[in-house]
């Protein structure tokens, strides 16, 4: 159910962000339009669209970026442990973890994003559309050059490292303070309130990751997606460009499925870490 919930909210944010900022095509109205109009002229199948290279890129992009973040802070720690949370470690730490995944997520986002934007609504004329992620990423190289595939990796790792940074530091800020506040008056559910904590703590820092850097992301899309593969790649020049169009409204379309994404997806994200670690004896401080 997770699962679904994640594609569905990923395809209508890049949906939203694809229509409502050009110029010309169908705009929707929100969300719940989009999935609507989606049902209405593709079915079913059609909200599922992309969800071969989102699972891949997803699970391997978390589990670096935890392993990265886990291993970088340690170094930074120079072997003290300490449970007051440090912003000249966790900054750096998780930066440098979202600075790696970014080569992953680049090309498989550009993949999954040529795919999403395919439909009854899309302005792709229906001869020069993709039949599967492997044909997108071949015929990608082929048009393109190697360099095609990472097209938006600049602005996807300044996503991720601005991203990853302020994710970490909500989460390990709300995490100590809850920890503070809750472990001493209930020591005898331990496993349930380290649960909870980790639901409230992976959520607050999705939602919170997502609200520093969709502007970003949206950036990404356009860049991604554009036809012309000489238009620009600066996300500065493209953010300027929707913002003399559709105002701040603008640089944040697709903000509601996504936050609504945002927090189940990375709070289970978190207890999945979380609970990783106490099973394999892993101290994560």
Known sequence: MLKRVVIMGLLLKVKLQKHNTEAHGIKYKNGLHCTTR?????????????????????????????????????????GGQSDVPRPEVIIPSAAYGGAIISFVLCPTELVKCRLQ???????????????????CALQTVKNEGVTGIFRG???????????????????????????????????????????????????????????????????????QTAPDKSSTRNPFAVLNSIYSRAGLKGCYTGLGPTILRAFPANAAAIVTWELSLKMLGINRD
């Open 117 to 135: 934007i395919q439909g009854t609504d899309s302005l792709v004329p229906k001869f020069s559309r993709y039949s599967s992620p492997l044909d």
């Open 38 to 78: 989606i049902l209405q002229t593709e079915g079913v199948k059609g909200l599922y669209r992309g969800a071969t290279s989102s699972f891949v890129g997803v699970a391997f992009e978390s589990s670096l970026l935890f392993g990265i973040y886990s291993q970088t802070k340690q170094s930074l720690q120079g």
């Open 153 to 223: 990796g600049s602005t996807t790792l300044l996503r991720e490292s601005i991203g990853n940074a302020v994710f970490f530091s909500v989460y390990e800020y709300v995490r100590y303070y809850m920890h503070l506040r809750l472990k001493p008056t209930l020591s005898d559910h331990s496993n349930l309130t380290d649960m909870g904590i980790g639901i409230v703590t992976g959520g607050l820092s999705g939602v919170a990751f997502w609200s520093a850097v969709l502007p970003l992301d949206v950036a990404k899309t356009i860049i």
